[in-house]
């Protein structure tokens, strides 16, 4: 993101966002630690109630394969679990920011919708990135709008009017 590109309001607003993410961040590492919390309670509970009955009658029949698979078969849920809030709480982010913005069918990338700057279609469906896309020019005489991120480098068609207002010549 190129910050010469930016307007004062895209800046507050920019602002505002890094605010309400730093929020979220806070409430998912308060749901993480809830979480935990809950499961430690629950897993110290059940220990107590049932460790002296299971050590004797279950333990036996258990065998260390089996437990070992046990214990990656719960690492594996707590991943899944993981992933499933940071989902929850990162998800709508990039619904969040493409609310701005409006799709152009017909040049395929998506405007603004108040500054009208155009920004790469690829990295905000793909990665919910911002991109804006800036004049480039190709063997002197093909004009293109094209992605800042290096690793996209995606191009959209310039319309004679746009290469005229970009100051090529
Ligand atoms: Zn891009």
């Excluded at 895209?10 to 605010?19: H, R, V």
């Excluded at 020019?137 to 068609?157: D, M, P, Q, S, T």
């Amino acid at each position: 993101m190129r910050a010469s590109n930016k307007t004062k309001a895209d800046c507050e607003e920019t602002g505002m966002m890094k605010i309400s993410e730093a929020i979220k961040e806070r409430i998912l590492i308060g749901l993480i630690t809830l979480l935990s919390g809950a499961i430690g309670v629950l897993l110290t509970s059940i220990y107590k109630d049932a460790a002296a009955p299971f050590l004797q009658n279950v333990m036996p029949a258990i065998n260390n394969k089996t437990l070992l698979l046990l214990c990656l078969l719960l690492l594996l849920i707590i991943l899944i679990l993981g992933t499933w809030i940071a989902f929850l709480v990162f998800g709508d982010k990039t619904k969040r920011i493409m609310r701005k913005y409006e799709f152009v069918k017909t040049r395929g990338f998506y405007v603004h919708r108040q500054t009208g700057g155009k920004i790469c279609a690829n990295c905000l469906i793909s990665n919910g990135i911002e991109s804006p896309l800036t004049p480039s020019v190709v063997a002197g005489n093909r004009f293109y709008w094209e992605c800042a991120i290096l690793a996209c480098g995606r191009k959209y068609e310039m319309k004679s009017q746009e290469v005229k207002e970009s100051n090529f010549e």
